[in-house]
Nanobody, 115 residues
Framework: QVQLVESGGGLVQPGGSLTLSCAASGSSIGFFRMGWYRQAPGKERDMVATMISLGAANYADSVKGRFTISRDDAKNTVHLQMNSLKPEDTAVYYC?????????WGQGTQVTVSS
């Protein structure tokens, strides 16, 4: 059974940085696509950044140049380095993995950008 455990959310001032981490388990063959989504109050859940195994990263336009996704396939972890954070980045961030054609979600971690 695939399980995702997220960590790293919190409160940060505008212009600050945070790193989110997600540890995935439950697969002996790894995960094809790993990534991050976010959902702000009253809004839909949107893709932030995704990365396929041994492939390129894909970013939402709103975070390009500020966020960096990375993954360690040996450890089945995915990270999101967030720099130059803005108040509009405030949301619950969810780890997502694709495994054998099915999507799995973490429990979510709150990121609040406020002075």
């Amino acid at each position: 059974q695939v399980q995702l455990v997220e960590s790293g959310g919190g409160l940060v001032q505008p212009g600050g940085s945070l790193t989110l981490s997600c540890a995935a388990s439950g697969s002996s063959i790894g995960f094809f696509r790993m990534g991050w989504y976010r959902q702000a109050p009253g809004k839909e859940r949107d893709m932030v950044a995704t990365m396929i195994s041994l492939g390129a990263a894909n970013y939402a336009d709103s975070v390009k140049g500020r966020f960096t996704i990375s993954r360690d396939d040996a450890k089945n972890t995915v990270h999101l380095q967030m720099n130059s954070l803005k108040p509009e980045d405030t949301a619950v961030y969810y780890c997502n993995v694709n495994h054998l054609g099915r999507a799995y979600w973490g429990q979510g971690t709150q990121v609040t950008v406020s002075s």
